[in-house]
């Protein structure tokens, strides 16, 4: 019944600032996953309905994930952009309120949006 869509993706040079938008989401296990060309999808940010977040090491003190349950939309906010961040962005859905304590991969979620691309480069 979830279905999810990203906005907010584009191209920024070193150092620059994206934020990214979900509409669809609701009072569950919400996450962020990115995508490289050749690379493995990764977990990026997580919360849950409660507001409680989770970041990967390599985003944490620059990324930012929140939603806003009222309209439905949850947001990660990009600063300190570096090139390594490029990818294919990704919101994702597990429906529980709480996300569940063990690292949290792909496998975890059932619904997922179409991706916004981020693209970081001089």
């Known amino acids: 019944q979830v279905q999810l869509a990203e906005s907010g993706g584009g191209s920024v040079e070193p150092g620059g600032s994206l934020r990214l938008s979900c509409v669809g989401a609701g009072r569950y296990c919400m996450g962020w996953f990115r995508q490289a060309i050749g690379k493995e999808r990764e977990g990026v940010a997580f919360?849950?309905?409660?507001?409680?977040?989770r970041y990967a090491d390599s985003v944490k003190g620059r990324f930012t994930i929140s939603q806003d349950h009222l309209k439905n939309t949850l947001y990660l906010q990009m600063d300190s952009l570096k090139p390594e961040d490029t990818g294919m962005y990704y919101c994702?859905?597990?429906?529980?309120?709480?996300?569940?304590?063990?690292?949290?991969?792909?496998?975890?979620?059932?619904?997922w949006g179409q991706g916004t691309q981020v693209t970081v480069s001089s």
């Open positions: 994702a859905a597990e429906r529980r309120t709480s996300c569940k304590g063990t690292v949290l991969v792909p496998e975890d979620f059932g619904y």
């Open positions: 919360i849950d309905s409660h507001g409680t977040t």
